[in-house]
């Protein structure tokens, strides 16, 4: 499983460098191939540990990933939009914060965790604490309103999203 963990990090390291120089000169390649290199021997043995490891050297599980990006984008779009119209007085209510405990179906830590950090980077939201044994997260919210669709409005979409990517 390191193997497979270090090729991995190895092909999408190169990936990030080659999109990052965006250049081919010789040195900056030798240079990239060292670097990155010296990350997959550091980092393989971390990341053999988790469900990761299938997703980085599956193509269906980049296409997973590349279409929760797009979801997360939209999500991002959307409350950051609600956020603004709350900024400026033109939805009601303006604030109603609080923290909401939502339950959640994940089956791993790591969708857990993905959907908390997803959801933490989504305007008005922030996951204050990701309880695995209950599946539960605790998230404080702007608008704060009907309990029974506490996840609908946090969560749903993006859990979907995630749960493409690790189930």
């Known amino acids: 499983m390191k193997g497979k963990a270090f090729i991995g990090i190895f092909i999408w390291g190169m990936v990030f460098w080659l999109l990052l120089t965006m250049s081919l000169n010789t040195w900056e390649v030798a240079a990239g191939v060292i670097i990155v290199l010296l990350?997959?021997?550091?980092?393989?043995?971390?990341?053999?540990?988790t469900k990761w490891v299938d997703i980085l050297v599956n193509p269906v599980g980049w296409v997973a990933f590349l279409l929760y990006l797009v979801s997360l984008w939209w999500e991002i779009v959307k409350a950051s939009v609600d956020v603004w119209l709350r900024s400026m007085g033109l939805k009601k209510?303006?604030?109603?914060?609080g923290v909401v405990s939502i339950s959640v179906p994940?089956?791993?830590?790591e969708s857990m965790v993905m959907l908390a950090n997803s959801i933490t980077l989504t305007p008005g939201?922030?996951?204050a604490k990701v309880d695995k044994e209950?599946?539960?997260l605790y998230i404080h919210?702007?608008?704060v309103g009907d309990e029974s669709r506490w996840y609908e409005d946090i969560a749903s979409s993006l859990n979907r999203a995630v749960r493409r990517v690790l189930p």
Request: no cysteine; aromatic share 4%.
């Open 39 to 49: 990350v997959s021997l550091s980092a393989s043995a971390m990341l053999a540990e």
């Open 93 to 97: 209510p303006a604030v109603n914060a």
């Open 106 to 109: 994940n089956e791993s830590v």
């Open 125 to 127: 939201t922030i996951t």
């Open 134 to 136: 209950n599946k539960k």
């Open 141 to 143: 919210w702007i608008a």
